[in-house]
């Protein structure tokens, strides 16, 4: 039996606790919140012990893994302690606010020999899953586009960052994720009409080192929520509505089996049949903490790792120098510990 404990019950962290109470094989031993209206409210409907010093619980309870789900200013501060008290540690993203802080809990997390997961649950979409999985067997062909469409109103509770590092993290993760490469270089623009401090509209553009180009449309201005991917290639193009986790394919009629280079001289592109797949859905966050608990047991998985973490919080932070310049921010992947991000 994994023990786990949840540090900050807000509406996400609300969600952590519910799903761990869910899963076989897993004991939640504990919660905290600094707000003890919150960690009372929460202590009693799930009936676990409550704490408002997160490390009074790490003492106490001893828990084998902890979900961080606090303020982004904080998640440097509480994951350390958390690494530190020999935790495995999953942090919503993104991993820190800075990326020497992040490097540092990489680094931490590696000496400690503790589990460091960020909180990248775009991966866990069903819909994504299975897109990766065809794009893997090679259906596409060569990815040319991936478009990220991630729109809707202004949510209350985000204080601290914009909508770059907010939401367009999940985007920049997925591109990875997907395309199997890094960035090289990126471009931005950036409004801000109802946030206070931060930027809420987003467009940008992100060159990979495999030719595939990252087109993102992010806001909180739209009152639909809207939360889509195209990726388009040699064969055709994949759609996927991250919401009712639906996955389309519209083929090009023209490939017929042939190469790119022959196509593209020849005949270019034809709309040709459009196919729904069946997938299987279920709750992203499920599936996220089902791979957490499998990394703390030693067992392999899709998971985001610090380094993965890293990475998209170097891209947001590009494009937010970018924005703030109008010009272009060229990226020389640089190694991380051996592994380039």
């Known amino acids: 039996m994994t023990t786990v404990a949840v540090i900050g019950v807000g509406s996400m962290g609300r969600n952590h606790v519910r799903v761990y109470r869910e899963m076989p094989e897993v004991e939640l031993v504990g919660i905290a919140d600094e707000n003890p209206h919150a960690a009372e409210n929460v202590s009693r ?15 106490r309870e001893r828990p084998d893994a902890v979900s961080v ?29 800075t990326l020497d802080e992040a490097q540092q809990l990489i680094e931490f997390s590696e000496q400690a020999e503790r589990v460091l997961m960020v909180g990248h649950i775009e991966r866990y979409n069903p819909a994504i899953i299975e897109l990766r999985r065809r794009l893997d067997t090679g259906q596409l ?35 990875r994720f997907l395309t199997h490469s890094e960035a090289v270089r990126v471009i931005a623009e950036t409004g801000r009409q109802v946030h206070p401090s931060y930027e809420d509209m987003f467009a940008g553009m992100v060159r990979f080192a495999s030719g595939a180009l990252g087109v993102l449309e992010i806001n909180w201005l739209t009152p639909r929520k809207i939360r889509e991917l195209y990726v388009t290639g040699e064969r055709g193009m994949f759609y996927v509505d991250y919401i009712t986790q639906d996955l389309r394919f519209s083929e090009n009629a023209e490939t017929n089996g042939d190469d790119w280079a022959a196509l593209s001289l020849l005949r270019g592109v034809k709309e040709g049949p459009e196919t729904k797949f069946a997938v299987a859905k279920r709750e992203p966050l499920h599936l996220e903490l089902e791979a957490f608990i499998r990394q703390v047991k030693g067992e392999t998985s899709s998971a985001a790792n610090g380094r993965d973490g890293h990475a998209a919080m170097a891209l947001a932070i590009a494009l937010i120098e970018s924005s703030q310049t109008g010009s272009v921010r060229r990226l020389v992947p640089a190694p991380l510990n051996g592994v380039a991000v």
């Open 45 to 59: 409907t799930y009936c676990v012990p409550g704490y408002t010093d997160y490390r009074e619980m790490l003492m």
């Open 69 to 97: 789900v606090v303020p982004s200013a904080t998640h440097f501060s509480v994951t350390r302690d958390v690494l530190a008290a020999g935790c495995h540690a999953l942090v919503e993203k993104p991993l820190a606010t």
């Open 141 to 175: 062909g060569r990815i040319f586009q991936i478009h990220a469409r991630r729109l809707g109103p202004f949510p209350s509770r985000i204080h601290d960052v914009g909508v770059i590092m907010d939401l367009a993290t999940h985007d920049l993760d997925i591109m």
